[in-house]
């Protein structure tokens, strides 16, 4: 089991930065691939970006973007932390959401597809004014 909390939502201007973390329970995180969406009011919740798990190797993990972030937000994770992020740059009114973390434990490429991730956090919201 996992258990995913998210923090660091909050307002901000157009143009400005936010950085959201996940914190995640469990001794075994670096086994897990791990996603980032979001949710508008009236939308569908849809990927932002994922990161793959940390093999032992250490060799850099894979990423993955949506087409309007990229560029903007980047995914990160700190596995000593059991922490993954999600520096968002640039931020416009569009990006205002709920986010949401999420995990699963896979290897490979980490997936864009929700139904895949197994573990949800509670979301942040983050509003973005213009």
């Known amino acids: 089991q996992v258990q995913l909390v998210e923090s660091g939502g909050g307002l901000v201007q157009a143009g400005g930065s936010l950085r959201l973390s996940c914190a995640a329970s469990?001794?075994?995180?670096?086994?897990?691939?791990m996603g980032w969406f979001r949710q508008a009011p009236g939308n569908e919740r849809e990927f932002v970006a994922a990161?793959?798990?940390?093999?032992?190797?250490?060799?850099?993990?894979?990423?993955y973007y949506t087409d309007s972030v990229k560029g903007r937000f980047t995914i990160s994770r700190d596995n000593a932390k059991n922490t993954v992020y999600l520096q968002m740059n640039s931020l416009k009114p569009d990006d205002t959401a709920v986010y949401y973390c999420a995990a699963y434990n896979g290897l490979g490429s980490p997936s864009r597809n929700q139904y895949q991730y197994h573990y949800w956090g509670q979301g942040t919201q983050v509003t973005v004014s213009s």
């Open positions: 469990g001794r075994t995180f670096s086994r897990y691939a």
């Open positions: 990161i793959s798990y940390r093999d032992s190797s250490y060799r850099d993990s894979s990423t």
